[in-house]
Every structure is written in structure tokens, then in C-alpha cells.
Nanobody, 123 residues
Framework: QVQLVESGGGLVQTGGSLRLSCAASGRAFSTYAMGWFRQVPGKGRAFVAGIRWDGGGFDYTDSVKERFTISRDNAKNTVYLQMNNLKPEDTGRYYC????????????????WGQGTQVTVSS
């Protein structure tokens, strides 16, 4: 069992930066692929970024490439999402997730979800 707790969301102006963190419980954290999804009202969760269990295998949705960076620290059981040059369309609730492999993650079928953290980018 893995429990995920996100933090770091907030209100930021266009062009600003935020760093989201996701703290995981459980000794198996280092064996899971990790990722971030975004959800806006009235829509389903959309993939944003993913990372393999060993810290490689970076994967981003096209709209955040060159602006967002996903990373992980297995010693701290934490995954991060550094978000730079934020745009109003980045607004949404960001969910951390863990999956046994990146394919399950990428296709929206992770094994565990966090509760989410809200990111609002003002224009």
C-alpha cells in the first residue's frame, strides 16, 4: 500500500513558478513509476508528466515540455514537479500517482492516487 500526499500548490501570476511535492509512505516507493495528472472542473484527469522508478524515463505531455520538470528522490520517498513559465491553461488540480509501470501510469490507470493540490495561474 502506498499513500500519497501532495503539497506546493497555490496562486501564481502568469510567468511564475511553483514546485509541487508528493510525499509517499510505504517501503515500495522506489519500485513504482510516479506521475502527475491535472484535472479541471467538468473534465477528467489528464496526464502531465511521468518518471520511471529509477529516475529516468521522463515523459511529458506536449503542452508542458520545456517548462515542467519531474524528478524524484527515492531516499526521501518524494516526487517533485517543477513548473516554470506558468500559463493560465496550467490551472487545475494536480494529482500525484504511483503505478507499477509507466504504461499504466500514462494510460491513466495508476495503482494509487493522492488527494491533489490546486494550482491557479492568473492572467
Amino acid at each position: 500500500q502506498v499513500q500519497l500526499v501532495e503539497s506546493g500548490g497555490g496562486l501564481v501570476q502568469t510567468g511564475g513558478s511553483l514546485r509541487l511535492s508528493c510525499a509517499a509512505s510505504g517501503r515500495a516507493f522506489s519500485t513504482y513509476a510516479m506521475g502527475w495528472f491535472r484535472q479541471v472542473p467538468g473534465k477528467g484527469r489528464a496526464f502531465v508528466a511521468g518518471i520511471r522508478w529509477d529516475g529516468g524515463g521522463f515523459d511529458y505531455t506536449d503542452s508542458v515540455k520545456e517548462r515542467f520538470t519531474i524528478s524524484r528522490d527515492n531516499a526521501k520517498n518524494t516526487v517533485y514537479l517543477q513548473m516554470n513559465n506558468l500559463k493560465p491553461e496550467d490551472t487545475g488540480r494536480y494529482y500525484c500517482c504511483a503505478g507499477i509501470d509507466q504504461f499504466r501510469l500514462r494510460t491513466g490507470r495508476p495503482d494509487y492516487w493522492g488527494q491533489g493540490t490546486q494550482v491557479t495561474v492568473s492572467s
